[in-house]
């Protein structure tokens, strides 16, 4: 599968999620055959702070250098320490804005980016720079979080909500397989909303979809392991969470599509809630790469 992914971007910021996702970088491109680019993104000082004087100007120009040299050294450092031959680029400014340029100027074909966690106001309202760069990166971003042991990809969990997109999920869903040699699951959850059926209701609709998710599966390429799954959850967030992370998934890949701005502002899509609450790292398909 050499080319499916010529070249990651590794989004750096030293702390232990950044150094996870570094991992996982390197997990991929070994498999790929990928380079990659380790980026920094020192914080400036908005425009305002300039119009001081020229000796506050000065000095404010001084830290900003001072912290580039000083990130730069450390990516050197990580680079020696862990022999990882990545190209090291510093940048100032907002880390999701110097994140998606960095990605168009190197043409890079994923992002890496570790997964802090966050209040619940953050959740709802801001969300984290991990999902500002998916609502605009131009790639896939692999994000993940801080877990124990080195990167596997037995499993992969693909969710689908029986929409034009899914067939682009499922596509970089046999390419990840086949390279790292996974096994996949197409998976559906029969969101309920706090509804009230019967069993035997509930049991019909279940029986449908996943009759419906079998037909999909025939036209699945030969040589991967794959297995279908419907449920019934509140919601397909926490349907799809709660189902990974029971069953043991090695990674979610999945597409954050068809959600309309106002909605995605106020709420996130079902794929950003995912990265907010689980545990599991989750290849995300952004809404660039969605449409075929």
Request: net charge positive; hydrophobic share 40%.
């Amino acid at each position: 599968m050499a080319g499916f992914l010529k070249k990651i971007l590794w989004a750096a910021d030293f702390s232990d999620e950044s150094e996870e996702a570094l991992l996982y970088a390197q997990a991929f491109a070994k498999v790929f055959k990928a380079r990659i680019v380790a980026l920094n993104v020192v914080l400036g000082f908005p425009p305002s702070f300039y119009d001081s004087t020229y000796m506050v100007r000065e000095e404010l120009v001084k830290n900003v250098k001072r912290s580039r040299e000083e990130a730069k050294k450390k990516l050197e450092k990580i680079k020696k320490a862990k022999a990882v031959p990545f190209k090291v680029v510093v940048k100032e400014g907002s880390p999701s804005k110097r994140i998606i340029e960095t990605a168009e100027e190197e043409k890079v074909d994923l992002i890496a980016i570790g997964k802090r966690g966050m209040s619940a106001i953050e959740k709802l309202f801001i969300g984290s720079v991990a999902n500002q760069v998916l609502r605009n990166s131009p790639v896939p971003v692999l994000i993940t979080k801080k877990r124990i042991g080195k990167p596997s990809f037995k499993k992969i969990l693909v969710p689908t909500d029986f929409s034009a997109q899914e067939e682009v999920e499922r596509d970089y869903a046999w390419k990840l397989a086949k390279g790292f040699g996974s096994e996949i699951t197409l998976f559906h959850v029969l969101e309920l909303y706090g509804h009230e059926f019967s069993q035997q209701v509930v049991d019909k609709m279940l029986q449908s979809l996943l009759k419906k998710l079998r037909r999909r599966k025939k036209g699945e390429k030969a040589g991967i392991k794959i297995g279908e799954e419907v449920i019934r959850a509140v919601n397909a967030s926490a349907g799809i969470v709660d189902y990974a992370e029971t069953n043991n998934y090695d990674l979610i890949v999945t597409s954050t599509c068809a959600q309309r701005k106002l909605e995605r502002f106020f709420l996130g899509s079902t794929t950003e809630k995912v990265i907010s609450y689980t545990h599991i790292p989750v290849f995300a398909i952004p809404p660039a790469k969605c449409v075929r």
